[in-house]
Nanobody, 121 residues
Framework: QVQLVESGGGLVQPGGSLRLSCAASGNIFSINNMGWHRQAPGKQRELVAHITSGGSTNYADSVKGRFTISRDNAKNTMYLQMNSLKPEDTAVYYC???????????????WGQGTQVTVSS
């Protein structure tokens, strides 16, 4: 069993910054893809940023140049540095990852519980 725990959300003024973290724990042999998604009230969940095990990244057009995704493989942790935040970035942010377990080598795909980001003056 693998768990993901997000942290770092909160209330920030427009133009401000926040750094989200997503820590994976459990029976982890390897982590392949990791990603941040968000869901605003009344809207569908959308992909914000994605990073592969090799470090390749891609971003939603709405956050390019403002958000940076990264990962520390030694700590099984992913980050999202969010700068120049806008009110439209307000949402619950979820992390998602997939990989292989120890032991039987079972593929897993897990979501975190989400962390609220509110951008408001």
């Amino acid at each position: 069993q693998v768990q993901l725990v997000e942290s770092g959300g909160g209330l920030v003024q427009p133009g401000g910054s926040l750094r989200l973290s997503c820590a994976a724990s459990g029976n982890i042999f390897s982590i392949n893809n990791m990603g941040w998604h968000r869901q605003a009230p009344g809207k569908q969940r959308e992909l914000v940023a994605h990073i592969t095990s090799g470090g390749s990244t891609n971003y939603a057009d709405s956050v390019k140049g403002r958000f940076t995704i990264s990962r520390d493989n030694a700590k099984n942790t992913m980050y999202l540095q969010m700068n120049s935040l806008k009110p439209e970035d307000t949402a619950v942010y979820y992390c998602n990852a997939d990989g292989v377990t120890t032991g039987w080598g079972i593929l897993w795909n897990t979501w975190g519980q989400g962390t609220q980001v509110t951008v408001s003056s």
